[in-house]
Nanobody, 124 residues
Framework: QVHVVESGGGLVQPGGSLRLSCAAS????????MSWFRRAPRKEREFVAG????????SYADAVKGRFTISRDAAKNTVYLQMDGLELEDTAVYYC?????????????????WGQGTQVTVSS
């Protein structure tokens, strides 16, 4: 079992930046991928960005390409999401998820472990 904890959310103005962190527990940690999802008010949860663990292959939702950057630190079992140029539409609870086995990153059914989420609010 893996324990997942997100941090780094907060309140920012449009155009601002935040960096989210996600730390996963356990020695010999070697997932297929770790990803970020988000759920905006009264909307369904959606894929934001993901990264495979072995090769660091990255995938982004169209809505965040060019603004968000996902990265990993395998030695610390940690993934980051650097969010720049934040927009009002980015307001959501951001969740970190861990996929233990190979699968398509954008489908949340492929993830085995989830954090509790961290709130990101973009407001003028």
């Amino acid at each position: 079992q893996v324990h997942v904890v997100e941090s780094g959310g907060g309140l920012v103005q449009p155009g601002g930046s935040l960096r989210l962190s996600c730390a996963a527990s356990g020695r010999a940690f070697s997932p297929y991928a770790m990803s970020w999802f988000r759920r905006a008010p009264r909307k369904e949860r959606e894929f934001v960005a993901g990264i495979t663990w072995n090769f660091g292959s990255r995938s982004y939702a169209d809505a965040v390409k060019g603004r968000f950057t996902i990265s990993r630190d395998a030695a610390k079992n940690t993934v980051y999401l650097q969010m720049d140029g934040l927009e009002l539409e980015d307001t959501a609870v951001y969740y970190c998820a861990v996929a233990a086995t190979r699968g398509i990153l954008i489908y949340e059914a492929n993830y085995n472990y989830w954090g509790q989420g961290t709130q990101v609010t973009v407001s003028s």
